[in-house]
Nanobody, 123 residues
């Protein structure tokens, strides 16, 4: 069993930065890919970024490429999402996910989820 807990969300102005953290308990953290998804009110949960366990090359959604950076620390069982140049459309609940069994950009592929942290970007 795996437990994930996100932190670091909050209110930020347009153009600002925020760093989200994800802490994991349970299975060996380094054996699994992890990702960040987000869900805005009335919208489906969407893929944001993924850090595979097999390499250091991350994958990003086009909407955040160049602005967000995902990182993981296997020794500490933590992950982060550094967000900069934030836009109002980045407003959402951000979720950390671990252990994908299918397409990385499909939320249904991921087996373990945190409860999310709210990010609100004000204009």
């Amino acid at each position: 069993q795996v437990q994930l807990a996100e932190s670091g969300g909050g209110l930020v102005q347009v153009g600002g930065s925020l760093r989200l953290s994800c802490e994991a308990w349970g299975r060996t953290f380094s054996d699994y890919s992890l990702a960040w998804f987000r869900q805005a009110p009335g919208k489906a949960r969407e893929f944001v970024a993924m850090a595979p366990w097999t390499s250091t090359v991350a994958t990003y959604a086009e909407s955040v490429k160049g602005r967000f950076t995902i990182a993981r620390n296997n020794a500490e069982k933590t992950a982060s999402l550094q967000m900069s140049s934030l836009k109002p459309e980045d407003t959402a609940i951000y979720y950390c996910a671990m252990y994908s069994v299918g397409r990385y950009d499909n939320s249904e592929s991921w087996r373990y989820w945190g409860r999310g942290t709210q990010v609100t970007v004000s204009s």
